[in-house]
């Protein structure tokens, strides 16, 4: 299955993690101002935590899906999956599904892995098949619809090879960027970290030529405040990207707007 460009080239995906409390005080007031939809991604453990910093509520959580924003799962306790028994891997998968859905969340169909570091690990991968479609795991400029533009050389999404073997990409290896690692690494330094922000464009080249919509730049965030920590992004930084992608005609998706075609092992956004 294809996704028709029509008039537009330009698809973004938001995220934000570890449940932080300005997510809601202060990215979703910009976020309305555009009419952007991004994809929540709540660690369980942390809802309502005062005690390393202001986490959302749950009245927060459910406030931004009545508002038709994502909400998914990213573990009960943010443990790192690989270092986990598969006894307390399927914990953390799999309650935190059943946390969210027992406080009013509808239908959570995508797991976050923190870190973003187990996308080559198979006892990580089929746990998450078992309770979750998709999962935000792994770090790329842009992601694929068919996985086909990574230096692994794959032409479509299917989570094992013939021979078995893990692929880079899948629908549970859903690659994002950091915005946090420029934060840090620019040390909030706003301008040189808006320029790699604009590398947003870097895939519509690549959408031209195929005349489908395949690469989605999938930018992720945490805090939105002027603290200077390295998990928080400039709230002036974070403005005046939502008005560069609005003036420039990106759409913005939340994750959850992707499907998966078993028949082409590729996926797609949902019309």
Same mark, same amino acid.
């Given at each position: ?25 202060? !990215?979703? =007031?910009?976020? /309305? ?11 369980? #453990?942390?809802?309502?935590?005062? @005690?390393?910093?202001? &986490? ?6 459910? !406030? ?23 006894? !307390? ?18 239908? =959570? ?30 770090? !790329? $400029? *842009? ?7 990574? /230096? ?17 990409? $899948?629908?549970?290896?859903? &690659? %994002?960027?950091?915005? $946090? ?7 909030? $330094? ?5 320029? @790699?922000?604009? %590398? ?8 031209? @030529? ?18 200077? /920590? =390295?998990? *928080? ?5 974070? %403005?005046?990207?939502? @008005?560069?992608?609005?003036?420039? #005609? ?8 992707? #499907?998966?075609?078993? #028949? ?8």
């Amino acid at each position: 299955m294809n996704t028709v460009i029509g008039d537009n080239t330009k698809v973004v995906i938001l995220t934000f993690g570890d449940t932080v409390k300005s997510q809601f005080t202060t !990215a979703k =007031p910009i976020l /309305d101002q555009y009419g952007f939809k991004a994809s929540f991604f709540i660690t369980c #453990g942390y809802v309502g935590d005062q @005690k390393q910093m202001q &986490r959302l509520s749950w009245n927060d959580i459910l !406030a931004l899906q009545d508002d038709g924003q994502d909400i998914e799962s990213k573990g009960m306790t943010h443990a790192d999956l690989n270092n986990l028994s598969p006894n !307390a891997l399927d914990f953390e998968i799999s309650a935190s599904k059943q946390c969210l859905e027992n406080h009013g969340v509808k239908s =959570p169909n995508i797991f976050a892995v923190v870190h973003g570091n187990a996308w080559n690990n198979p006892l990580v991968i089929d746990t998450i098949s078992k309770y979750y479609e998709y999962a935000d795991n792994g770090f !790329a $400029n *842009s992601m694929f619809l068919h996985c086909d533009g990574y /230096d692994s050389k794959q032409t479509d999404c299917r989570t094992y090879t013939v021979d078995d073997e893990l692929t880079y990409a $899948n629908r549970y290896s859903i &690659r %994002e960027e950091s915005h $946090n690692s420029w934060d840090q690494s620019y040390l909030h $330094n706003d301008q040189i970290i808006f320029q @790699k922000f604009v %590398e947003v464009n870097s895939g519509i080249n690549f959408n031209n @030529k195929k005349g489908t919509v395949d690469a989605i730049p999938i930018i992720a965030y945490h805090s939105i405040d002027n603290n200077g /920590d =390295p998990y *928080s992004t400039d709230v002036n930084l974070f %403005e005046t990207e939502m @008005k560069y992608l609005h003036d420039n #005609g990106f759409k913005v998706i939340p994750m959850s707007d992707l #499907g998966y075609d078993e #028949g082409t092992k590729s996926m797609y956004i949902k019309q």
